[in-house]
């Protein structure tokens, strides 16, 4: 059974920063491209960041150039969003996602987390 489970949110002020984490278990981890998504209330799902399966490649959403930056540890089935300059408009529940290759994470993901809240407040 794949679990992808996310940690890290939290309330923060504008101009601040949170790390989101991403656990990962029941899928050959390193095997999957991984991706972060956020939904804001009222507002579509949308897709903040993407990394390869080897962490060799990064993609971000215009809205997050520049302050959020993703990694991954395939030896520890892990990976992370570093939310930095964060705005009022970043509060949504931040999803983690996985899927089978880096053009499709970013689309159609196979697998979702629960989500975390974030919330920036000013």
């Known amino acids: 059974q794949v679990q992808l489970v996310e940690s890290g949110g939290g309330l923060v002020q504008v101009g601040g920063s949170l790390r989101l984490s991403c656990a990962a278990s029941?899928?050959?981890?390193?095997?999957?491209?991984m991706a972060w998504f956020r939904q804001a209330p009222g507002k579509d799902r949308e897709f903040v960041a993407g990394?390869?399966?080897?962490?060799?490649?990064?993609d971000y959403a215009d809205s997050v150039k520049g302050r959020f930056t993703m990694t991954r540890d395939n030896a520890k089935n892990t990976m992370s969003l570093q939310m930095n300059y964060l705005k009022l408009e970043d509060t949504a529940v931040y999803y983690c996602?996985?899927?089978?290759?880096?053009?499709?994470?970013?689309?159609?993901?196979?697998?979702w987390g629960q989500g975390t809240q974030v919330t920036v407040s000013s």
């Open positions: 996602a996985a899927g089978q290759t880096f053009a499709v994470v970013s689309r159609s993901p196979g697998y």
């Open positions: 029941g899928l050959p981890f390193g095997n999957y491209a």
């Open positions: 990394i390869s399966r080897g962490g060799t490649r990064t």
